[in-house]
């Protein structure tokens, strides 16, 4: 079972910043947040990832709570190309296999 | 980021026929790679772990003799769906990650029918 829960969708203006949540409880010291992201039709998209500190690229940003039980991927400035499912997970190192859960299906509106 | 393929990316066959399905690393050499497939609406279900030199990891459920993995070298994974029937249609999709780097990258997809 995926280790992270998040919102079946959420909507979004175009040209605001999208907040999408997860949650990760039971997350352990030594395991990092990855954000990806699925268009439809393609292969899932790395977006970010992060151990404890907030990070920042030219794709979004990763806000993890001091306890490391949530963490927030905002998107600056929403455009219809981000139209997708995004997805949250926790693992330990990059060989691990990724548990995919439903994802948050993110619409952006003109 | 690094560049992981997929070939071919659309497939038709009938009933009874093999597929094969590759994976490459393009940039970078992938020790580790996974394979998952994905049904319409659902999201991707890992089907097995590959690593170079050795037999792959099959998640439970998933058939090693119908689904043939082959990873010969440090940037190929090969998956063969072995008589194929209509309920193997699906989007099958690799990941990979490799030495040096932090992240898992995936492929932009196989998708298969079976007629």
């Known amino acids: 079972d995926a280790k992270t829960t998040q919102p079946t969708s959420m909507d979004c203006a175009e040209g605001r910043a999208a907040n999408l949540p997860c949650n990760h409880s039971?997350?352990?010291?030594?395991?990092?947040v990855y954000w990806y992201r699925q268009i439809h039709s393609q292969g899932p998209q790395y977006i970010i990832h992060?151990?404890?500190n907030n990070e920042t690229n030219e794709m979004a940003s990763l806000i993890i709570t001091e306890d490391r039980k949530s963490s927030t991927l905002i998107l600056p400035h929403a455009t219809l190309r981000d139209t997708a499912v995004y997805y949250c997970?926790?693992?330990?190192?990059?060989?691990?296999?990724?548990?995919f859960g439903k994802g948050t299906r993110l619409h952006i509106l003109p | 980021g690094a560049v992981v393929s997929q070939h071919p990316s659309r497939v038709i066959c009938k009933s009874g026929t093999s597929v094969k399905i590759e994976c490459r690393s393009l940039?970078?050499?992938?020790?580790?790679m996974f394979w998952y497939r994905q049904f319409p609406k659902q999201s991707l279900m890992l089907m097995a772990t590959?690593?170079?030199?050795?037999?792959?990891?099959?998640e439970q459920g998933v058939e090693k003799d119908k689904f043939l993995i082959n990873h010969a070298s440090l940037t190929l994974s090969t998956l063969t769906v072995t008589s194929a029937h209509p309920e193997d249609s699906s989007f099958y999709i690799c990941?990979?990650?490799?030495?040096?780097?932090?992240?898992?990258?995936f492929g932009p997809g196989t998708r298969l029918t079976v007629l």
């Open positions: 990941s990979a990650s490799g030495a040096g780097g932090d992240t898992q990258y």
């Open positions: 992060g151990l404890k």
């Open positions: 039971t997350i352990s010291g030594n395991e990092y």
């Open positions: 590959s690593n170079e030199g050795s037999k792959a990891t099959y």
């Open positions: 997970i926790v693992i330990t190192f990059r060989d691990d296999k990724i548990i």
């Open positions: 940039d970078f050499q992938a020790t580790t």
